[in-house]
């Protein structure tokens, strides 16, 4: 179930992340490097160093969940980091400009992968 909100605080990780790690290690990286805690119910996003691969690490009643997106083509436009912190707070707007692959203008759209049309 994808239960992620506008209202919620998004948090994206200012560095490229290995996108074998799984719910152990990516909530390592929450608490020692993010120094944040994953069970606050905050969501952390992890994009890999091609920016063509993402997961968002959130804990929910039941437990741990990774929503985890490949691009098929194109990459995800990131914003310009503060160099002194390991994250960049993020809203849903953002993140959801970054899936669809929408500038921050809201001008350029980059490639994504659509599905065919049907031929009569």
Same mark, same amino acid.
């Given at each position: 179930?994808?239960?992620l909100a506008?209202?919620?605080?998004?948090?994206?990780?200012?560095?490229?992340?290995?996108?074998?790690?799984?719910?152990?290690?990516?909530?390592?990286?929450?608490?020692?490097?993010? $120094?944040?805690?994953?069970?606050?119910?905050?969501?952390?996003?992890?994009?890999?160093?091609?920016?063509?691969?993402?997961?968002?690490?959130?804990?929910?009643? $039941?437990?741990?969940?990774?929503?985890?997106?490949?691009?098929?083509?194109?990459?995800?436009?990131?914003?310009?980091?503060?160099?002194?912190?390991?994250?960049?707070?993020?809203?849903?707007?953002?993140?959801?400009?970054?899936?669809?692959?929408?500038?921050?203008?809201?001008?350029?759209?980059?490639?994504?992968?659509?599905?065919?049309?049907?031929?009569?």
């Open positions: 179930m994808f239960s506008p209202s919620m605080k998004y948090y994206l990780y200012a560095y490229p992340t290995d996108m074998r790690r799984s719910f152990y290690t990516l909530s390592g990286m929450v608490t020692n490097l993010m $120094g944040r805690n994953v069970q606050d119910g905050d969501v952390f996003i992890f994009i890999n160093r091609l920016c063509t691969s993402m997961k968002i690490l959130h804990m929910e009643c $039941g437990g741990l969940v990774i929503y985890h997106m490949k691009l098929e083509s194109g990459s995800f436009t990131l914003p310009v980091f503060d160099e002194s912190t390991n994250t960049f707070q993020t809203n849903w707007q953002d993140l959801m400009m970054m899936v669809r692959g929408v500038s921050a203008d809201g001008k350029v759209k980059k490639k994504r992968w659509e599905k065919p049309s049907k031929r009569p």
